[in-house]
């Protein structure tokens, strides 16, 4: 079973970029779907986009198109998502989540422990 | 969009008892690609069932999954302490790529 772990928590400031890497071990990494699902506090889970390593191209959700950017890095076996233009309500728990095959659309069966970001003035 | 909506939100029970949480989508999900998580609180989400009734590995048997179109569930059969938790239905037939219920929580009464 593969394992992922992302970076740790971040505090940044309204208007500046974050950067959440996720690694992967134990498993195949370059032929499955990696998805980002972030939490608000309190709240439900919402997608934001997905990379198949070996293609290259990242799809995104339509509420994040513009802000987020998600690539690969097959050498080190490392997604990452960055997002740009923050605000406070982008504060929440983002995950990275490897989907079950090389589709963007799947369901996910590996999860990352999750990068708390929080925005703060 | 696919939405997807969960009821009841919160569901206060005992253990034993059985439970049945609903799903229900704007519109039909293609070939059922319908899944379940559970989330406990400060942990990521666990895979449960995919595809509307596949047990994923080393879920235990008193989890199922049913449903069809846009009406899904799942059913617990004997709460146990343990699976008092969040649960969350996700599709991943439809546009965008994947959607998210908004979650049920299930309260130990």
């Known amino acids: 079973q593969v394992q992922l772990v992302q970076s740790g928590a971040e505090v940044k400031k309204p208007g500046s970029s974050v950067k959440v890497s996720c690694k992967a071990s134990?498993?195949?990494?370059?032929?499955?779907?990696i998805s980002w699902v972030r939490q608000a506090p309190g709240q439900g889970l919402e997608w934001m986009g997905a990379i198949v390593p070996i293609f290259g191209s990242a799809h995104y959700a339509q509420t994040f198109q513009g802000r987020v950017t998600i690539s690969a890095d097959e050498s080190t076996s490392t997604a990452y998502m960055e997002l740009s233009s923050l605000r406070s309500e982008d504060t929440a728990v983002y995950y990275c989540?490897?989907?079950?095959?090389?589709?963007?659309?799947?369901?996910?069966?590996?999860w990352g422990q999750g990068t708390l970001v929080t925005v703060f003035s | 969009e696919i939405v997807l909506t969960q009821s009841p939100g919160t569901l206060s029970l005992s253990p034993g008892e059985r439970v049945t949480l609903s799903c229900r989508a704007s519109q039909s999900v293609s070939n059922n690609y319908l899944a379940w998580y559970q989330q406990k609180a400060g942990q990521a989400p666990r895979l449960l069932i995919s595809g509307t009734s596949t047990r994923a590995t080393g879920i235990p048997d008193r989890f199922s999954g049913s449903g069809s179109g846009t009406d899904f569930t799942l059913t617990i059969s004997r709460l146990e302490p343990e699976d008092f938790a969040v649960y969350y239905c996700?599709?991943?037939?439809?546009?965008?790529?994947?959607?998210f219920g908004q979650g049920t929580r299930l309260e130990n009464k």
């Open positions: 996700q599709q991943y037939g439809g546009s965008p790529p994947v959607t």
């Open positions: 989540a490897r989907g079950h095959n090389s589709l963007i659309s799947t369901y996910f069966d590996s």
């Open positions: 134990r498993g195949t990494f370059s032929t499955y779907a």
